[in-house]
């Protein structure tokens, strides 16, 4: 991996975490409505699974996907201005946090209904699939997901096809605030993938290194035409399910002794011990993010609502 | 022009369009090697081959969501729900996500999805296999809801849904696969949409759709032998619905009896009988009358099931209390 490939690691990671911080604090003020699911202490899964896609391979997942979205290419503004529900924003201020998008960039959202989005995936690769184009589809979802039926009727589909696709499970260990224990008959996800005869590995969410690994051999074997495939990804949220979230469901202790393996400190540590980049170029790059992060969410507060037309605009491609 | 049955008519449109279109597929359960459960697609998997012609597993959230996936990367699916009691199953795939994506993610979502379907009641097939639940799907701002009466519509229907851009829901009737009609031959559409006057009258105006549409047709020849002349007209298009020829036709006759076969409550009727006291109270000369299910699930026993739903004779009853 060449040097500069570090660093763009970096940058997306701690881009995020600077985002997801500051998104915190508008929702507090008030300038951010509905729900806001933060990505804090997951920075390393979409940004190690991401890094080794082609721009033909497909990006889509859950409503925690903000980070998502800035892995898949799409500007922090934009990013910013949706949450903030403006013009500018990457669905037009008609999503919000958990229905960000950009075809363009072949991310395909943003899925809010638990699971929902696993067919749709399917469909993805099926597209591909029957229009004999290159792409493999990656579709991230969380552990929660695999509790329902749509999840089971995706990957029975994939493989009975043949499809295209990545399943890849964010197991962050809670399902809102069930456990995974207390929630799926068993504890390790990917044995799910074994029932319907997918290949499938874990790793380890909180080390990018080693998701982008994982992600760069699995999508290479789709890619030869092997079919489906399963990662998943074990993580940690270091922030609740959502703003407002008690935390009843977990101790202090837990979330401070996931938190001194912050994905962001060990990556940085092991850039700098390494010889990859110097301390004093870590920071420049560490200011440059603040200075990006700034500059989206002033994009984003001076940028101006949807005009009230567009509340009838899109609700039909066609006039009938 | 050939006379040809509701069968032959949507069978033929689907088949145009994949002659025509490579990115036009189909995709159920049984399409392929059983050749449809109604027989429409016989003979197509034999010519359009295993990859146009996609036999799924029972999964109907798979079938409708992955038609969704497909159709977002510019094909043109033709995801058939084996009955429209199986729709529930992919409830959640057909308004959370078809019918929001366009508007959702502000226009860049495009999902140009055909959703076949077949609905209606009357073949003792019990409660959970006889609905007509059409109206439900009509509520939801996104989906076009289509449902011919005629094997003509149907077929200028199906063409014109697979067309489109957006998602349509194509609800066909089940007793009606075997009624013939006139179809004109090759490139024909109807446009979604637009009502139509399927009988022209001036004393009554009967608001109806799909299977009501023969019963209705029934009625009005024989209150013509009574003197009385209906005036028929065909919604074709639950959603967007066209009311003009509806109000044009009931400021001529101020009297109207609408006919489904649903249940009366929150009801295709319900919309249509507010439409109508909100757009042409002023004509209003009699109550309008809706004629609809009994409001209870189907049930098997043949006669307690024909009971339940709207006939003939109820059609002309209703016309007669608003004369």
Request: hydrophobic residues 40%; charged residues 25%; negative net charge.
């Amino acid at each position: 991996m060449e040097k500069q490939e570090y660093l763009d690691l970096y940058h997306q990671m701690v881009a995020i975490r600077r985002m997801e911080e500051r998104a915190a604090e508008l929702y507090q003020q008030g300038k951010i409505g509905g729900f806001l699911h933060l990505y804090i202490g997951q920075e390393a899964v979409s940004t190690g699974l991401i890094a080794p896609r082609t721009p033909d391979d497909r990006v889509i997942t859950a409503y925690r996907d903000h980070g998502v979205a800035y892995n898949s290419g799409l500007s922090a503004r934009e990013i910013m201005a949706e949450l903030l529900g403006k013009a500018t924003g990457c669905s037009k201020g008609k999503g919000g946090s958990m229905h960000m998008a950009d075809v363009k960039k072949n991310f395909w959202g943003g899925h809010a209904i638990v699971g929902a989005h696993l067919p749709l995936a399917a469909g993805l690769a099926l597209g591909d699939l029957y229009s004999k184009t290159p792409g493999v589809t990656i579709c991230m979802f969380g552990d929660g997901a695999t509790n329902i039926g749509y999840f089971h009727e995706a990957l029975n589909l994939s493989k009975v096809w043949n499809l295209p696709v990545l399943w890849v499970c964010e197991n962050n260990q809670y399902g809102m605030g069930t456990s995974v224990e207390r929630a799926s008959a068993v504890s390790e996800i990917r044995q799910k993938a074994e029932g319907y005869g997918i290949q499938n590995a874990q790793v380890d969410g909180m080390n990018a290194l080693k998701v982008r690994e994982a992600s760069a051999k699995m999508l290479s074997e789709i890619r030869a035409g092997g079919g489906p495939r399963f990662l998943e990804i074990n993580t940690y949220r270091f922030r609740g399910h959502s703003m407002g979230d008690p935390e009843r469901y977990r101790k202090a202790d837990e979330v401070h002794r996931y938190q001194e393996n912050d994905p962001i400190g060990m990556f940085r540590k092991h850039i700098i011990e390494n010889g990859i980049a110097s301390e004093d170029e870590i920071i420049k790059l560490e200011d440059a993010i603040e200075e990006e992060v700034r500059d989206a969410v002033e994009f984003a507060e001076n940028s101006p609502e949807p005009a009230p037309e567009e509340l009838f605009t899109n609700v039909y491609v066609e006039t009938y | 022009m050939a006379r040809l049955t509701m069968r032959e008519a949507i069978s033929q449109a689907l088949w145009e369009e994949m002659e025509r279109d490579p990115k036009v597929f189909i995709m159920g359960e049984e399409v392929g090697v059983w050749g449809g459960t109604y027989a429409v697609t016989k003979g197509f998997y034999d010519h359009f081959g295993a990859e146009r012609v996609r036999d799924t597993p029972i999964s109907e959230a798979a079938i409708i969501g992955a038609g969704i996936g497909a159709a977002l990367t510019g094909l043109r699916p033709v995801a058939e729900l084996m009955t429209i009691n199986f729709a529930f199953s992919a409830m959640d795939h057909i308004v959370n996500e078809a019918a929001k994506m366009h508007y959702m993610f502000g226009g860049q979502m495009v999902l140009p999805l055909v959703i076949r379907t077949v609905g209606g009641g009357g073949r003792q097939l019990g409660a959970t296999h006889s609905q007509t639940p059409d109206a439900i799907f009509a509520h939801f701002p996104g989906l076009v809801v289509v449902a011919p009466g005629t094997p003509a519509d149907a077929k200028g229907l199906l063409k014109a849904a697979i067309r489109s851009n957006d998602p349509v829901m194509f609800i066909e009737h089940a007793t009606l696969y075997q009624t013939r009609g006139e179809v004109p031959e090759g490139d024909y559409i109807v446009p979604i949409g637009k009502s139509t006057v399927q009988r022209p009258g001036k004393d009554v105006t009967i608001v109806t759709y799909s299977k009501m549409l023969e019963l209705s047709l029934k009625a009005a020849d024989q209150l013509a032998k009574e003197g009385v002349e209906a005036e028929i007209v065909d919604l074709r298009t639950l959603r967007p619905l066209d009311m003009d020829p509806v109000i044009e036709s009931f400021k001529k006759t101020n009297r109207a009896v609408i006919v489904e076969e649903g249940w009366k409550s929150y009801g295709v009727g319900s919309e249509i009988s507010a439409r109508i006291y909100e757009e042409a109270f002023d004509y209003v000369d009699a109550p309008v009358k809706r004629v609809a299910q009994k409001e209870v699930p189907l049930p098997y026993n043949r006669t307690l099931e024909q009971s339940a739903i709207p006939n003939v004779e109820d059609i002309i009853q209703a016309v007669k209390e608003v004369l």
